[in-house]
């Protein structure tokens, strides 16, 4: 079986950069839309946001080594959902709770974006482990929002 053209690889790296684009940026939102008193989000939205710059670097590596160019915008489903973050947020207040799930909308939009890397069934074996160790990276994170989540409920 041959394995699928440096491009489609590249491609496929580089929709994992772009929702990863996405993750930084709303955690940036989040960060502005805390209250006074969640200091602990905040030390721990600027933490996936380093997580995600790290995800990114590693992801960019292989695309650079795949002979491609490393995407730096951001995804048309995470601009929506950026869009939508702001329209919620007008009926939805800043608390604790409605940051948390907006969030967790977002790490589910990750899950996602990883789960359909990891279909590609061509995808070469050693690409697939650093998809598959970064998918599990983000569901940790994906857990603690939802834990927080459901604490603040």
Request: glycine share 6%.
């Amino acid at each position: 079986m041959e394995t699928i053209t440096a491009t489609a690889t590249t491609e496929v790296l580089n929709d994992l950069i772009m929702i990863n684009n996405d993750r930084i940026i709303g955690y940036e939102r989040a960060i502005k839309e805390l209250e006074g008193n969640d200091d602990d989000l905040k030390s721990l939205f600027l933490s996936m946001i380093d997580e995600s710059r790290q995800l990114i670097m590693t992801l960019g590596t292989e695309v650079e080594v795949q002979g491609g160019d490393i995407e730096h915008g951001t995804t048309n489903s995470g601009k929506i959902y950026r869009a939508w973050m702001d329209v919620k947020a007008v009926f939805t207040g800043h608390t604790r709770h409605a940051v948390l799930s907006n969030c967790e909308a977002g790490e589910d939009a990750a899950q996602r974006a990883y789960k359909s890397a990891l279909e590609e069934k061509e995808l070469p074996a050693f690409i697939k482990a650093i998809v598959l160790t970064q998918q599990q990276k983000l569901k940790a994170s994906h857990n603690e929002i939802k834990a927080l989540r459901d604490e603040a409920a």
